[in-house]
Nanobody, 122 residues
Framework: QVQLVESGGGLMQAGGSLKLSCAASARTFSRYVMGWFRQAPGKEREFVSA????????AYEDSVKGRFTISRDNAKNTVSLQMNRLKPEDTAVYYCAAKETARWPAPEYDFWGQGTQVTVSS
């Protein structure tokens, strides 16, 4: 079982930046593909970004490309999402997710955090 704890959410004006972090309890963190998802009010959860085991591969949803950057630190068991040039439509609960897999991109995720709220005002 992997415990994921997100932090770093909050309220920001449009155009600003926030950095989300996720701490994982996995003993073999480097064997996990890590991802970020978000769910806005009244909408389904959607993929935001993912990063491969050692960070050599990344993936982004089209609307965040060029604005968000995912990274990981396997020594600290953490994954981060740097969010720049935030827009009101980025408002959502952001979830960290993990999948122990040999496949890239991960077909699905097994472990999820509780989420952290990001609110972007116009």
């Amino acid at each position: 079982q992997v415990q994921l704890v997100e932090s770093g959410g909050g309220l920001m004006q449009a155009g600003g930046s926030l950095k989300l972090s996720c701490a994982a309890s996995a003993r073999t963190f480097s064997r996990y593909v890590m991802g970020w998802f978000r769910q806005a009010p009244g909408k389904e959860r959607e993929f935001v970004s993912a990063i491969s085991w050692r960070g050599s591969s990344t993936a982004y949803e089209d609307s965040v490309k060029g604005r968000f950057t995912i990274s990981r630190d396997n020594a600290k068991n953490t994954v981060s999402l740097q969010m720049n040039r935030l827009k009101p439509e980025d408002t959502a609960v952001y979830y960290c997710a993990a999948k122990e897999t040999a496949r890239w991109p991960a077909p699905e995720y097994d472990f999820w955090g509780q989420g952290t709220q990001v609110t972007v005002s116009s």
